[in-house]
């Protein structure tokens, strides 16, 4: 090959591989980074989006070259010379993407190891997934529960994920990872928040009628922040019943499903709950057992115009919560509120 040659294929190499290389830099491909686990995936992302910007400019500098420099010419009819494959180009074409591929799984795999890792002193959360809300539980802070993520800045934390009915996933997109949450397993997630900041909370596994509304927060606090919220929340926990009620309201996800104005709840895919006493009434029930029976066994009674089946039975719900919680509703239904 003439040196003129070589010099106008880096040239065409040069030129498309910048084309590439802006379109990947360019644009904001990725939501923001808010984890250190997510910093380990986007190096393995830019490690393998390089990888791939050498070859497509290679592949496109070579035909780029050929159809210029070969273009036939108009008055040629001639056959092409015959062609019987070349040995050494084969190997070199099989070698070098094998060469590629190990490189980015070995890269991967070191990924995945050193996100699974988690130090001695993190934080255990527990994440309950139903239809079609999400619960955190603190088994390291009295078991205090809530219905947003609460997580400190720079502490590990590890999300054991537990399912109640159907498969859901567990996403923050700027945390990076997804993991599933199987009725029946134990999966986990392990994340370091490096970002004070808000994110959304997506259920990523089609889990039925509900599943665009399972959405929650995740609040990423500074330590002390976190110490105090936590310190708060012990001490509403030994409120009386009907804040009591309210609390368990919230950290159990109703808000997203149902409408109740004391709670600021404006969910619309199950019956609205100001109306209690209306559908106590139909049913033809007192309204206290009423609302303890639509909690624990919800297809015993279902309101005409929603369907059956939507809304899980909480009867796993402890004893002392469910009372609160009936308490709560039967008085704020009334328009008593807390
Ligand atoms: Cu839970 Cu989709």
Known sequence: MRRGSILQLVG??????????????????????????????????????????????LVAAVIAYSLIKFRV?????????????????????????????????????????????????????????????WSFAYPDEGNLTSSQLRLPLDKT?????????????????????????????????VITPTKVGTYPVICTELCGLGHALMRSTAIVMTKADFAAWVREQKNAAAAPPGEAGKAVFASNGCASCHTLKDAGATGTAGPDLDKLPAYAKQAGKPLEDFVRQ???DPNAYVQPGYPKNLMPSFSTLPKDQLDSLVAYLVKSS???GS
Request: charged share 15%.
């Open 334 to 336: 009334k328009g008593g």
């Open 12 to 57: 065409l190499g040069i030129l498309f591989g910048g084309l590439a290389t802006l379109v990947a830099v360019l644009i904001p491909w990725l939501p923001p980074v808010a984890s250190r686990q997510r910093d380990r995936i986007d190096f393995v992302f830019w490690f393998t989006t390089a990888i791939c910007i050498a070859v497509f400019a």
């Open 294 to 296: 639509s909690i624990v």
């Open 73 to 133: 010419k108009p008055d040629d009819d001639s056959d092409g010379p015959p062609i019987h494959g070349h040995t050494g180009v084969e190997i070199v074409w099989t070698a070098v993407p094998a060469i590629l591929v190990t490189a980015i799984s070995i890269v991967s795999g070191v990924v995945l190891v050193k996100n699974e890792q988690v130090p001695k002193d993190h934080l255990n959360v527990t994440v309950t997934a139903r239809q079609f809300a």
């Open 157 to 189: 934390v590890k999300l054991h994920l537990r399912a109640l009915d159907v498969i859901h996933s567990f996403w923050v997109p700027e945390f990076g990872q997804k993991q599933d949450a199987v009725p029946g397993q134990d999966t986990s997630l």
